[in-house]
């Protein structure tokens, strides 16, 4: 089957790229051109877990160049952490004879099973989303956000306090707060967790299917919230998960 090159598609655009040697523009036009090399050469049967994991280190850098622009930029490429971790344990996965319709079916059983486990510790409002086989978020009011913090944070260790302002999001406000503890928590259950605040105010934390099962195991092995009407938030003077 034919099919277009990368190379030539960029030919066809007529790209022209001005500034100097060393200049971003410069880096960025050989650093696409070395990604279409890439693309070019590579097919599904040539990838290795070794490639695999250098391309995801690769997007992830780039992504955190492009997130630097402004905050909204930041917030859509947040994804992409999570989504390179779990690209390289997938790639790891099928290297070990993993399937991958089970691997599917495992992501939409965390995903449920996670949507459960919030909900018996009273997070019934949590939205769980799984974006594909690689990604999955959790969305919550910052006060329930803050609460989830509080039930990951590791047995061995008390709830740390607040740190100094400017210091990734901490007494920043209450949604950055619950956001930074949030982000806390959860990068102690996998590699390439994250936790953000929204355009929306809300907090969206974003896992690999891993993590995500680590999450729902803490949760299951703590106890369940009792019945009531409403859930109180936790008071303004804490702020904190484990102390590392």
Known sequence: MA???CASHLVGQDMKLTTGPGGVETLAEEAVVAACALADAADPSQWSAGAVEDVAAALEVLAGALAQLDPECAEILSVVPAAAAAIVERAEQAAAGASESAGGRATTATSAALRQAL???GLSRARVHQLGAAL???TLDAPEAQALAV???RGDALPRQTQPEDEDGWGAGPAKTAAAALADAVR???TGAYARVLASGQVS??????AAQAVVTTLT????AAPRGKRHGLGPGFSGVAAR
């Open 3 to 5: 099919r277009t090159t």
């Open 205 to 210: 934390a974003g896992l690999t299917p891993a």
């Open 188 to 190: 102690a259950h996998g």
């Open 119 to 121: 909900a018996t510790h």
């Open 221 to 224: 092995g703590r106890p369940g």
């Open 136 to 138: 999955v978020t959790v």
């Open 151 to 153: 039930l990951l944070h």
